[in-house]
Antibody, heavy 122, light 107 residues
Framework: EVQLVQSGGEVKKPGESLKISCKASGFSFTKYWIGWVRQMPGEGLEWMGMIYPGDSETRYSPSFQGQVTISADKSITTTYLQWSSLEASDTAMYYC???????????????WGQGTLVTVSS | DIQMTQSPSSLSASVGDRVTITCRASQGIGNNLAWYQQKPGKVPKLLIYAASTLQSGVPSRVSGSGSGTDFTLTISSLQPEDVATYYCQKYNSAPLTFGGGTKVELK
């Protein structure tokens, strides 16, 4: 069974750093793209970027390039989304989601994690 | 970047009604369009990809059509479990932009 299990909710202060995780199981982790999607409170879905854990190739939305870092650790089948300095506007639910297998990464996401709620407040 | 515009932003319909949601791309995207359903407080679920192909397990009352710039999601007979927000997403090129969403409620 394909599963993406995300780390728990976080409450942080502006300026703090954060790394949230998404552990994959039930499929060949190194052969599928994994993406991240933001959903701000009461708002729609925003595509942030994707990573191919096989070689750590990444793709970012221009809106998030330089604002976050997506990474992966093949040894523990886990992808990460991290911030070096959080802002209040980063308050949102963040989802990881499985993309396509290798090759053409331009495909939709078929399995989603349960989401990680990040709250940034002073 | 290509913009994705959904309409309406919300609708109210009765059980058994036919519901149609439209998604328009600012440039042609071929058939590289997906639809997702997000029930209140839940995780998004892929319904349709390649504009009209149903994901496994999606009921046949749901259908998608269109190509180029204009796309449609249709629920032929609305059921209570269809109450949700629906999003289109284009994936012909980066960024993989979502539409703003259409909230479907029961009348």
């Amino acid at each position: 069974e394909v599963q993406l299990v995300q780390s728990g909710g976080e409450v942080k202060k502006p300026g703090e750093s954060l790394k949230i995780s998404c552990k994959a199981s039930g499929f060949s982790f190194t052969k599928y793209w994994i993406g991240w999607v933001r959903q701000m409170p009461g708002e729609g879905l925003e595509w942030m970027g994707m990573i191919y854990p096989g070689d750590s190739e990444t793709r970012y939305s221009p809106s998030f390039q330089g604002q976050v870092t997506i990474s992966a650790d093949k040894s523990i089948t886990t992808t990460y989304l991290q911030w070096s300095s959080l802002e209040a506007s980063d308050t949102a639910m963040y989802y990881c989601a499985r993309g396509p297998p290798g090759g053409n990464w331009l495909q939709p996401n078929d399995y989603w994690g349960q989401g990680t709620l990040v709250t940034v407040s002073s | 970047d290509i913009q994705m515009t959904q309409s309406p932003s919300s609708l109210s319909a009765s059980v058994g009604d036919r519901v149609t949601i439209t998604c328009r791309a600012s440039q042609g995207i071929g058939n590289n369009l997906a639809w997702y359903q997000q029930k209140p407080g839940k995780v998004p679920k892929l319904l349709i990809y390649a504009a009209s192909t149903l994901q496994s397990g999606v009921p046949s009352r749901v259908s998608g059509s269109g190509s180029g710039t204009d796309f449609t999601l249709t629920i032929s007979s609305l059921q209570p479990e269809d109450v949700a927000t629906y999003y289109c997403q284009k994936y012909n090129s980066a960024p993989l932009t979502f539409g703003g969403g259409t909230k479907v409620e029961l009348k």
